[in-house]
């Protein structure tokens, strides 16, 4: 059986794994599902469908899985999906997604998420990102793995963000914002590539030339961005592992709508 405080609140219909522990006057409602190892502290309200991997940190007063603030909404049956790992600290909110989406928002997995942070309905947020204090998240938004939102962010509706970019901290982020790439400021600008975020997460030296390549080529050329996808994609086979990087960019360049930080 889970460890349920006496002063908690867990609907009948909830599934807790045997090893869930739930803190002091939480509530949990209908429709959530919580996997083996996870802890929900003080206060916090869960509201379904909601699922919750393994392993999560779930900090006080957190508000998980309510209806998404759409004024669209009218109570179709979304869901929020967290996956496992993740730290969750005080005072998040993250809402469940829209049927005008996927009606998913969805969380991967190792995510450091700090207090005060908001993930809207429909966000999908990948695995082992940070999002520092009070950042958030607008609707339909989409984060990559690795990246990093800075404190006081806001990151606006149908954002992308690429995979291991970092934004500064108080990033008004209004356009899609390429992987690898540092950007801060409003109106936001881009300041170079992640270049310590690579070597933390074991780039070898080739590859990290081959990322600052491209980011001359798209931020430092005077090319189009027509004339600088093309330059970046003749950049195929020219660094050993390098491949995947030089099509994650080019792969994200050609979905991009709203255009790009540039």
């Known amino acids: 059986m889970a460890s349920v405080h006496a002063t908690a609140i867990v609907d009948a219909t909830a599934e807790l794994a045997a090893s869930?522990?739930?803190?002091?006057?939480?509530?949990?409602?209908?429709?959530?599902?919580?996997?083996?190892?996870?802890?929900?502290?003080?206060?916090?309200?869960?509201?379904?469908?909601?699922?919750?991997?393994?392993?999560?940190?779930?900090?006080?007063?957190?508000?998980?899985?309510?209806?998404?603030?759409?004024?669209?909404?009218?109570?179709?049956?979304?869901?929020?999906?967290?996956?496992?790992?993740?730290?969750i600290r005080e005072f998040c909110t993250?809402?469940?997604?829209?049927?005008?989406?996927?009606?998913?928002t969805r969380v991967g997995d190792d995510n450091w998420i700090m207090a005060y942070v908001h993930i809207a309905h429909d966000v999908q947020l990948g695995h082992r990102t940070i999002l520092?204090?009070?950042?958030?998240?607008?609707?339909?938004?989409?984060?990559?793995?690795?990246?990093?939102?800075?404190?006081?962010?806001?990151?606006?509706?149908?954002?992308?963000?690429?995979?291991?970019?970092?934004?500064?901290?108080?990033?008004?982020?209004?356009?899609?914002?390429?992987?690898?790439?540092?950007?801060?400021?409003?109106?936001?600008?881009?300041?170079?590539?992640?270049?310590?975020?690579?070597?933390?997460?074991g780039f070898s030296r080739e590859r990290i030339a081959l990322v600052k390549q491209m980011h001359r080529l798209l931020y430092r050329s005077g090319l189009t961005l027509e004339q600088a996808r093309g330059a970046i994609a003749a950049l195929v086979g020219s660094v050993e592992g390098g491949d995947d990087d030089v099509r994650l960019l080019l792969d994200f360049l050609a979905a991009a709508k709203r255009g790009i930080v540039r």
Not at 53 to 63: E, P
Not at 154 to 172: E, L, N, R
Request: proline letters at 5%; glycine letters at 16%.
């Open 20 to 87: 869930v522990c739930v803190g002091p006057y939480a509530v949990i409602g209908a429709g959530v599902t919580v996997g083996e190892g996870t802890s929900i502290g003080a206060h916090c309200v869960i509201e379904g469908p909601t699922t919750i991997g393994r392993d999560n940190r779930i900090f006080s007063h957190a508000a998980l899985g309510g209806a998404p603030q759409d004024m669209k909404y009218r109570g179709e049956p979304t869901q929020l999906v967290i996956g496992d790992r993740n730290t």
């Open 132 to 201: 520092a204090n009070n950042a958030t998240l607008a609707g339909h938004v989409h984060v990559g793995d690795w990246v990093i939102v800075g404190g006081l962010s806001g990151v606006h509706q149908f954002c992308k963000i690429g995979a291991h970019a970092m934004t500064g901290f108080q990033s008004h982020v209004s356009q899609d914002v390429p992987p690898f790439m540092m950007v801060s400021g409003h109106p936001l600008a881009e300041h170079g590539f992640n270049v310590e975020g690579l070597r933390r997460r």
């Open 94 to 104: 993250l809402n469940r997604g829209t049927a005008q989406d996927t009606g998913v």
